[in-house]
């Protein structure tokens, strides 16, 4: 028998997950949230070749061309709505150490406020995270998006994307390679969240941070604030450091560092 090309193999997960394996489905997303509503369980993982209605933050699309990497987690750890945005830079640290699994050492993998994954400065991966919570503000489900630029990127973006292949990875590394690697790093991260909070989260996260003590813009639905992107908080929200020595703490927003729009 003629073996199937890397790239159709099917992935091998840690038993943690509950893999949902698509050719196709509008979105990632969307399917994992319909799931989550009917009840799928902690580490359910739905991955998909191709999506025909990728979205992401802010309801922009998600261009989804085949060979790039589409999925979404279910999660239902036990903590707040507030603690579950938390899971944007687990994530985020998570992908980050995939990519440099796979990548050669040049590439620099940096992280934007606050779920953004960069190579060498331009953005190849996007973090979308989803979720329901009770009357007491209490986490039912968390729906984790995961976009990563693997071959392709587009090119009519509010910022400079790239993608992996782009920025030097070999070309036998495919979406199935990032998403096993994605898999492993995940769970380990996720278990040091759960085990020691999100102290050692935010401290790798930092030392990767793009734009860290840089003047910043930060662009709110009423308004817009500069300031120097001065620390990240032990809740994860990100400090500005206003030119008139007052501090913001900015838990949403749209960041744009030196050059950017
Ligand atoms: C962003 O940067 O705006 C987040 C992009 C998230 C895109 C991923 S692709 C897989 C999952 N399914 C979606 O429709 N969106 C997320």
Redesign the pocket.
Known sequence: MIPAPDRDRTPHLPPAYRLVALEEID????EAKRRAAEGAEDGTLVWARR?T?????QG?Q?A?AEGNL???LVVRPDCSLAQAAQFSFVTAIALGDAIGSVAPPLIEVTYKWP??VLLNGRKAA???LESKGDAAQQLEWLVI???VNVNSFPTETRLPATSLHFEGCPATVSAVDLLEAFGRHMLSWINVWLDEGFAPVRETWLRHAQGLGQEIEVRLPQESLHGVFSDLDPEGTLVLQRPDGTTRRIAAGEVYLPGEG
């Open positions: 979105s990632t997303n969307a999506q209605g990728g979205y992401g933050r922009r998600w989804s589409f999925l979404s779920n953004d996007g973090i979308l998006g995961v976009g």
